[in-house]
């Protein structure tokens, strides 16, 4: 079984977890990932905070002695976020929603930090090659949260595949994976690794709210929409959990629209600073999340049917592992 980047980046196994936002995925379960072997994203914020973001990756060290990365949200104010990432050299740098071309991926390498950037179809794909970065993340529409391309991940991965087969960069599969059978089925089509958002959101570090957490479990149906945050992401379609307020609500809300004229619903402390949540903002409940929780967005991926408990993180790192062997073991005999 191919183990994704080992020799590229000195990871153990191709696992990335993905950056949940805004704070869902910190130093606790990057640190869990990077300690099994995987990559461990933590997800920075959505403006300028270059003392929290240093605080953050220092943190993070104090966790775990094996390399990690940090994820940054390329449509909103990055510049000094990422000053502070090349300042402190982590492994890895990974990218989405907006551009990063070839000089700033450069910049990138000057300072020891590898490059990973998340696409949803060809076109973006071949921008990302030319940038001459080190990884692409293919994300199909099968992913939970701010889903950025409209292909499916089955017929869009073996594309990405062909296309980079001459650069060396290795492609990693996002949406939809959550166990062994997901990751070995991705191997097939060509990638190297895999990226996994809900079943790290469903983890005893996951930094998401306990009913949250209790609603990933026990709930299988997701539905694609724009209803959450339209005035502070326009234009970013998401997956959510068909909950009782979704289920409610998707019908009957007016396309015009948007959270900034919808009542205060519940308050959270999001990277430090303390946020009014309104009805139909795109705020995931974190830990902190106080109000009615039910009624705020809950991003999930179509594999969630298949998540049955939460559990440790670097449990999830070795049973993605394990059951991806047996596979390709099973196939490989049947070969014979």
Known sequence: MATGWK??????????????????????????????????????????????????????????????????????????????????????????????????????????????????????????????????IVQGREAGGHVIGQEGLLPLLPRVVD????????????????????????????????????????????????????????????DYTDIFGRARWPGAPHRVLETPFYTEWKKNLSDHETEENQPIIGHSIIHGVHKDIHRFAGTIPNATATGDIASMAMYAGQGIGLITAIMPAGEVVKRLVAEAKHIMREKLSDDL
């Open 7 to 136: 020799g590229i980046l000195g990871f153990d196994y191709g696992i990335v977890q993905a950056p949940l936002g805004p704070d869902i995925s910190g130093p606790e379960l990057a640190a869990a990932v990077a300690d099994a072997g995987g990559i461990g994203l933590v997800r920075l914020p959505d403006w300028p905070a270059p003392d929290h973001v240093r605080e953050l990756i220092r943190r993070t060290r104090s966790l775990t002695s094996r390399p990690f990365g940090v994820a940054i949200v390329l449509a909103f104010p990055h510049e000094e976020n990422l000053r502070v990432v090349l300042e402190e050299k982590v492994a890895v740098l990974q990218v989405y929603w907006g551009e990063f071309p070839r000089e700033r991926v450069e910049e990138a390498h000057r300072a020891g930090v590898k490059v990973l950037h998340q696409i949803g179809s060809v076109e973006q794909a071949m921008k990302v090659k030319e940038a001459g970065v080190d990884g692409i």
């Open 163 to 222: 296309l980079v087969a001459d650069s060396g960069i290795p492609v990693i599969a996002a949406g939809g994976i959550v166990d062994g059978r997901g990751y070995a089925a991705a191997l097939a089509l060509g990638a190297q690794g895999v990226c996994l958002g809900t079943r790290f959101l469903v983890t005893v570090e996951s930094f998401a709210h306990p009913l949250y957490k209790q609603r990933l479990v026990e709930m299988s149906h997701t």
